[in-house]
């Protein structure tokens, strides 16, 4: 499965979003993981639309969590930012050319797109099981117990 950056960049700004006390305005965001401002709010938007996030206006603006991370999936975040398509779609190939199988004896999916549907179910599945707290928990095991609070530190 190919995702754009932005998946990443959203993933990122979610997980910050988990330690934030007080709303975090775009370009805070932008310049913690040192992007590109207007990419980034492209980013937040889809997750505004999506009703991830939500954008709090005035001086101290900025966005917040939603609900509780435990309740924001990475694959809520990944249909945020890319769409909920599925990976692969089937174009029916095996009724074309000299030896076409006739439509009316395709009655169910070829193997090859039963194979690729069972493929973006387990992706699905996988992104669906972790969430955006499981990912803040991961950041302190991996980088120490003070690494999201260095990083509420920083964005105070």
């Known amino acids: 499965m190919k995702l754009s950056g932005g998946v990443e960049w ?14 975090v305005p775009a370009a805070r965001l932008a310049e913690l ?12 938007q889809a997750l505004s639309r999506a009703g991830l996030v ?19 999936t990475i694959l809520d975040v990944v249909a945020a930012v890319d769409g909920d398509q599925p990976a692969f779609v089937c174009t029916e190939i095996r009724q074309r050319g000299p030896l076409a199988t006739p439509a009316e004896a395709c009655t169910g999916p ?4 039963r194979a690729m549907a069972g493929a973006d179910a387990a ?31 920083w964005l105070s």
């Open 10 to 23: 959203a993933l990122h700004c979610c997980v910050v979003l988990t330690t934030a006390t007080e709303p």
């Open 110 to 113: 070829c193997p090859i797109a």
């Open 123 to 153: 992706w699905r599945a996988a992104l669906r099981a972790v969430s955006i707290a499981d990912l803040a928990r991961d950041v302190d095991e991996d980088y120490g117990p003070t690494a999201l609070a260095d990083i509420r530190d």
């Open 54 to 72: 939500t954008s709090v206006q005035g001086k101290a603006g900025g966005y917040v969590l939603t609900r509780a991370p435990e309740l924001i």
């Open 33 to 44: 993981h040192d992007v590109s401002g207007s990419y980034l709010a492209k980013q937040l």
